[in-house]
């Protein structure tokens, strides 16, 4: 049973009834089992106690037929009656998904675990805050004037963006003292959040493929200024509903998007085609690259070739000039008519002094060409 009477702006502080009949005590309780004023207490006990000493009506003097005033059974019982609702007052529950906040005189004590606690009223007041419990907060569904969703991308395009933020609390102390209203507070910073995200892309990625990374941005950007308030709440998880063009534009959206992707597939054949292209010219350089290399390689060699056989001919040449002579000449004819269908005859009797060692004619030709096929 809760014994707080205020809050935690020290607002009544279980006091909040007042003091009456002499400063002895108030109204306590959180608003849900308000305990009964004093007077009224009394008044039932003089009424237990007349009845307990045999009286029946008593006078203005509150006392009985029977005698002239209490008995010490009558105060005690009245004293067991007040301990008894004093006891009431001070002890509460505190299930496990919550947490209790004690305030001495208004101003924080301590925090209760789940079970059982005491807090002596009237000194000591309680807040039960609930810890485990997930708590939503909505943004951009219009709930609000404001709450539009509607934000500016880097492209300076319009986005009509949902988003759920989940949280609870960690801290009851900080939740209960430093923030005024927290939902507010979440789905402010939550909005704001966004927005600066949302200013630092473009509207592609965000309706396609970056969701996911908007969300794990967003927990931390809110988690992050909520710490610097020190509310303590913690973000769960960031739930991105909905990101979509305003429904004002949403056909010409859809027509620029079709433009978007047809163009960026003519770009991928042209750039399938340049790379085809370039692919070839590169070949084909490197192929004429590889043929000139040859042909530079075998004329040097062919270079180097004539002019070492030059220096081997000379060096001969040099050691005995007449046979060097006789065997370049030899080589140099049968190189001019080694292609030449001739023959010489050597040594024939007769010849122009009229011999007739040579018949008038001789087919040689045919005997030295080369067989036909039949």
């Known amino acids: 049973m809760s014994g707080n009477g205020g809050g935690p702006w020290g607002g009544g502080g279980g ?24 007077d009224e207490i009394v008044k039932k006990g003089q009424e237990q106690l007349r009845i307990l000493m045999g009286g029946g009506g008593g006078g203005k003097g509150g006392r009985g037929v029977g005698g002239p005033g209490f008995s010490k059974r ?48 009237p000194v000591i007041t309680h ?12 943004v951009g569904t219009g709930s609000n004037v404001l709450d539009t969703g ?29 923030l005024a209203d927290p939902r507010e507070t979440v789905r402010a910073a939550s909005e704001s959040g966004m927005r600066d995200i949302i200013a630092r892309s473009e509207l592609s990625p965000i309706l396609n493929r970056d969701r996911g990374a908007i969300a794990a941005d967003l927990r931390a950007a809110v988690q992050e200024l909520l710490d610097s ?40 054949e042209a750039d399938a085609y340049a790379n085809r292209v370039l692919a070839q010219a590169r070949g084909q350089s490197a192929q ?40 370049m000449y030899l080589e140099t004819m049968e190189r ?26 001789l087919p040689l030709e045919s005997l030295t060409r080369p067989r036909s096929a039949n």
Do not use: C, H
């Open 15 to 38: 006091n909040r009834g007042g003091n009456r009949g002499g400063g002895d005590g108030g109204r306590g309780g959180d608003g849900q089992n308000p305990i009964p004023e004093i």
């Open 74 to 121: 009558g105060v005690l019982l009245g004293l067991v009656a007040l301990v008894a609702m004093w006891a009431f007052a001070s002890f509460y529950t505190v299930r496990p998904e919550e947490r209790s906040v004690e305030l001495m005189f208004g101003q924080y004590y301590k925090t209760g675990n789940p079970g059982l606690n005491f807090a002596p009223w």
């Open 127 to 138: 807040e039960i805050v609930q810890v485990t419990t997930e708590r939503v907060t909505e």
């Open 150 to 178: 509607l934000m500016l991308t880097r492209d300076e395009a319009v986005v009509d963006i949902e988003f759920q933020v989940v949280w609870n609390v960690t801290d009851p102390a900080r939740f209960l003292f430093n």
């Open 229 to 268: 308030y020190e509310s303590g709440i913690a973000v769960i998880r960031v739930n991105f509903d909905k990101a979509d063009p305003p429904e004002q534009v949403i056909n010409a959206f859809r027509d620029v998007q079709t433009a978007r992707q047809e163009r960026d597939r003519l770009e991928r």
């Open 288 to 327: 004429l690259q590889e043929e000139a290399e040859a042909y530079r390689a075998e004329v040097v060699n062919n270079a180097q070739g004539e002019a070492a056989r030059f220096v081997s001919v000379y060096s001969e040449y040099v050691n005995a000039p007449e046979v060097t002579r006789k065997r």
């Open 336 to 361: 001019v008519l080694g292609d030449m269908n001739l023959t010489i005859l050597d040594n024939v009797t007769g010849g122009e002094a009229g011999g007739s060692g040579v018949l008038p004619y």
